[in-house]
């Protein structure tokens, strides 16, 4: 099992199966956790793990407060890495906590930590008018790449896989 993700203000929980359905039954009804996005993120981890396995370290994480620990949203990796080395990666936030540097706190944690396990790159993206997950995505050290008519594409690298072991 994957251990949890800890930064100054947050706990990356890494997402269970049978949390991710608990998620997805909870649904979502409100500027609450969860939030849509969090449901969507949780039906895909649980596609994963029903087509390929627990992808953990590489899956879904729980984003939560340290002071209460109380859910604000995920963030996480969207598929295990490929043979180069690299995945896409996301996040969101119910609507209390964005604005406060949560977002790019956790993106920085799980790019640290991807690159730890070996990543080569990471790559991100947002809608074209979603600027302040552009700032996150720059906030965390990622880079502009592009653009297209609907997003902007954002990424970060370290050089060649290490075959799984930790990078300096």
């Known amino acids: 099992m994957t251990d949890a993700l800890v930064t100054e203000r947050l706990i990356l929980h890494p997402l269970t199966r049978a949390e991710a359905e608990a998620i997805v039954g909870r649904g979502s009804d409100g500027p609450e956790y969860p939030s849509p996005a969090d449901v969507e993120a949780a039906v895909d981890f649980i596609g994963h793990c029903d087509t390929s396995g627990d992808p953990q370290?590489?899956?879904?994480?729980?984003?939560?407060?340290?002071?209460?620990?109380?859910p604000i949203g995920g963030a996480g990796f969207n598929r295990p890495l490929d043979d180069s080395g690299a995945t896409t990666?996301?996040?969101?936030?119910?609507?209390?906590?964005?604005?406060?540097?949560?977002?790019?706190e956790a993106l920085r944690a799980l790019l640290d930590y991807a690159r730890a396990l070996?990543?080569?790159?990471?790559?991100?993206?947002a809608n074209r008018d979603n600027?302040?997950?552009?700032?996150?995505?720059?906030?965390?050290?990622?880079?502009?790449?592009?653009?297209?008519?609907?997003?902007?594409?954002?990424?970060?690298?370290?050089?060649?896989?290490?075959?799984?072991?930790?990078?300096?």
């Open 118 to 125: 070996g990543a080569t790159r990471i790559l991100g993206s």
């Open 89 to 104: 990666v996301g996040y969101g936030l119910i609507e209390a906590a964005r604005g406060q540097g949560y977002a790019s």
């Open 131 to 168: 600027t302040a997950s552009c700032r996150v995505m720059e906030a965390a050290g990622m880079r502009f790449v592009r653009s297209d008519e609907r997003e902007h594409f954002y990424a970060t690298a370290w050089g060649e896989p290490s075959r799984g072991t930790a990078r300096s």
């Open 57 to 70: 370290p590489f899956g879904a994480y729980e984003l939560r407060l340290r002071s209460t620990g109380l």
